[in-house]
């Protein structure tokens, strides 16, 4: 099939679109992502202070429609390239109590009767890799066969990917499941590029010959130590002076672009230092943090203290307070006594500076590790564009971000926002 030229952007629709790490890898291989549909108010509102230009519907998938998905946003009548999914992975969780019938797993299926009903000639869907053990294989089976009844063929060779093989300094694995119409052929699965990096003092994994990819030190040791700034205590942000950043943090700061790069560039000041809200914690915290070797847990909390060779462990996202508003162990900074910060976290997910999270902890650090890390997704978006057939190219004006006031709404200021009922929000 001969190359398509086209003046516009190939256009994606993304459901369970959290805080937008799917529909920012999505951008940066070249997609205009034109509709998220996202339940929390509070992530609604940080996707659309990152992603103003395009539109975010607030409600439950359950409640949504194609019709509306499609007169809600500048999609309209247009044909639809990818439909992206990250559902809520807490029942399929191995580290959870992966029950059958919890609620969020049928939410798989709303995924599949939009899909349908979008008519996209692609789909992606993400997950945790507890969805392909046990008990919960069938149910993944079952969708299988429900989009090959439905007229889509389906990669049955599905594939876990790590983060740490895609130039993302985190050890992550997630599935994900790949379709397309019948009258495509199906993408392949993006090859690993780097290996996972690993402290000198370990085993490194062989993966061929690939380069070793970025590491914790790589990621985080230009970003200016938070505690010098006494006003983090108290605020998430502060103008600061960054060191020399590694290859991997230039592009995270801006400072230097890929050439696989079409993400629109943003308007943002590169000296605030963002999302930066400091914990604070006891004396005695402190010092067993500081008595902590690199690469162990602390013996209490059972935090893990980040090894500034290796990658970071897998970044959770706790439960929100429905659920009990249980917090995520945060890892312990490799040479400062504190948790690192919702920033570090960032770049330890791949996400660019300009990106900004809800301006407390415990929505910033929700909003990181309940996303796919962008770079693991564009990487999976660009095999999907070459299925395509598109040439992708770069935007050539900055995109504004949104009003600040959006990442600092409480949770019932932002459902008022949104006109989400709290009781809705599962």
Excluded at 69 to 85: F, K, Q, T, W, Y
Excluded at 171 to 182: A, V
Aim: aromatic share 10%.
């Amino acid at each position: 099939m001969a190359r398509q030229t086209r003046k516009q952007r190939p256009i994606a629709v993304d459901l369970f679109a959290g805080a937008g790490g799917m529909t920012l890898g999505f951008e940066q291989a070249g997609f205009d992502v034109l509709a998220s549909v996202e339940i929390d108010p509070i992530h609604c509102a940080t996707h659309q202070f990152n992603f103003p230009f395009w539109s975010i519907l607030c409600k439950s998938v359950i409640d949504t429609t194609a019709e509306e998905i499609r007169n809600r946003s500048a999609i309209g009548d247009r044909e639809i390239d990818v439909v992206i999914s990250g559902s809520p992975c807490q029942g399929f969780s191995i580290i959870g109590k992966r029950a059958l019938d919890d609620p969020r797993n049928s939410l798989v299926f709303h995924f599949l009767r939009l899909v349908i009903a979008l008519k996209p000639k692609f789909f992606v869907m993400e997950n945790v890799r507890g969805l392909t053990i046990g008990e919960h294989k069938k149910l993944l089976e079952t969708l299988i066969s429900k989009f090959k009844d439905k007229g889509y063929k389906v990669e049955e060779n599905y594939q876990v990917l790590n983060a740490a093989h895609y130039r993302v300094p985190q050890d992550r694995e997630r599935l994900f499941l790949i379709g397309c119409r019948e009258d495509f052929e199906l993408p392949k699965y993006p090859q690993p590029i780097t290996q996972q990096a690993k402290p000198s003092n370990l085993k490194q994994r062989k993966l061929s010959n690939l380069p070793t990819g970025p590491t914790v030190s790589d990621a985080i040791a230009d970003i200016p130590e938070a505690t010098n700034y006494p006003e983090l205590f108290n605020r998430d942000w502060i103008v600061a002076e960054y060191g020399e950043p590694s290859n991997y943090a230039k592009q995270l700061r801006g400072r230097n672009y890929l050439e696989n790069d079409y993400s629109y560039k943003r308007e943002y000041d590169p000296q605030i230092l963002s999302s930066s809200l400091l914990t604070k914690h006891s004396s005695e915290s402190i010092q067993r943090f500081a008595d902590t070797p690199q690469g162990k847990r602390d013996k209490i909390s059972h935090f893990y203290k980040l090894h500034p060779e290796g990658v970071c462990n897998t970044l959770r996202a706790g439960t929100d307070r429905h659920r009990g508003s249980f917090t995520s162990a945060r890892p312990i900074h490799p040479f400062t006594p504190r948790c690192i910060t919702v920033r570090e976290a960032a770049r330890l997910h791949s996400y660019p500076d300009w990106f900004r999270f809800h301006a407390t902890k415990w929505h910033g650090f929700r909003q990181v590790g309940n996303s796919v890390p962008p770079f693991l997704a564009k990487a999976v978006a660009t095999e999907i564009i070459r299925a395509l057939d598109v040439q992708p190219f770069k935007p050539t004006r900055k995109r504004e971000l949104g009003d600040e006031k959006l990442i600092q709404l409480n949770i019932a200021q932002a459902a008022k926002a949104y006109g989400v009922e709290l009781l809705k929000i599962t």
